[in-house]
């Protein structure tokens, strides 16, 4: 059982990515923000992050290269979850350190997949 992290400022969204996220098998951690991200993620190690890029305090794009940049958790794949999902966006978003994007609203079978792939 792997430990993913669920970023997102709308409790809504972090609620219901959490259920999908324990569905699966694995145990969730919690974020409101980028900055909180970072900490969780240097705390705890998790195997996979779900970023959303529309926060306060650190957006999701800074957050992201901060983590991918740190050597305690550059290991650890980041998906972009966002509706910012221009092609600009994702090319963006991997410029940070991205392993992925997910356009909101998202489907539960992509998070499912993306589960499987980065916590086999």
Not at 21 to 34: M, P, T
Not at 57 to 76: N, W
Request: proline share 4%; aromatic share 6%; hydrophobic share 45%.
């Amino acid at each position: 059982m792997s430990t993913i992290l669920v970023v997102d400022d709308a409790q809504t969204d972090r609620e219901l990515m959490a259920r999908v996220v324990n569905a699966s098998g694995h145990q969730v951690l919690l974020a409101g923000d980028g900055k909180q991200a970072v900490a969780l993620a240097k705390q705890y190690k998790p195997s996979l992050i779900f970023l959303d890029v529309l926060m306060p305090v650190m957006d999701g794009f800074a957050a992201c290269r901060q983590l991918t940049k740190d050597p305690d958790t550059s290991a650890i794949p980041v998906v972009l979850v966002t509706l910012k999902s221009t092609e600009s966006d994702v090319f963006w978003g991997k410029k940070q350190g991205a392993a992925d994007h997910v356009a909101k609203p998202w489907d539960r079978r992509r998070i499912e997949d993306l589960i499987r792939r980065y916590c086999a």
